[in-house]
């Protein structure tokens, strides 16, 4: 293996001129220039400008809400798109269920215990609750254990998820529901 040449240690000293050749070529800016360039905005800086741009976002985001509104499938969230959520979606909203009602009937009983505290009505109230709670739950088991033989039969698989998708979805009010329902009650979809 050859050894590398030794270097030589070659310093110049400048002379005067091409020390003040190197420099930056201008001088440097005063405080109040620097101050007065970072006042002004980099980019849009106009009012008309600004109000365009706002415009321009609340026009899209209505496209996007109403997109979404309708079920267009490019609105949609990660967690509505695919063709068995859409199943899924249909097959709720065309069915009466326990947990539609739900809310309304708590929101009963819950005033029904307010008015009538430390009475025997209250306490009705109470195993009414979770009377209805227990037939919710049921509810949803039933639809769970028919709805997965279906979604096999015609997906082969399902997504990760479905369970809590069908369940949240059936537990909305109908009129809450987002994407809002593209079918009525009954009209359930082609299996």
Known sequence: MAKAAPKTNTTVNPTEEELLEQGKGRPTPTRREREAANRRPIVGGSTEDKKAARARLT??????????????????????KGEQRKFVRDWIDARWNVGEIMMPVLVLFLIVGFAASQTVIASYALLLVWAF????????????????KKLTAKFGS???GTFLYILTRAWQLRFLRLPKPQVKRGQYPTR
């Open 59 to 80: 026009n899209e985001r209505e496209k996007a809400r109403v997109g979404m509104a309708n079920g267009e499938e490019r609105y949609l969230p990660a967690k509505d």
């Open 133 to 148: 709670v227990a037939l919710f739950v049921i509810d949803c088991v039933v639809l769970w254990l028919s709805f997965r």
């Open 158 to 160: 399902m997504q990760r």
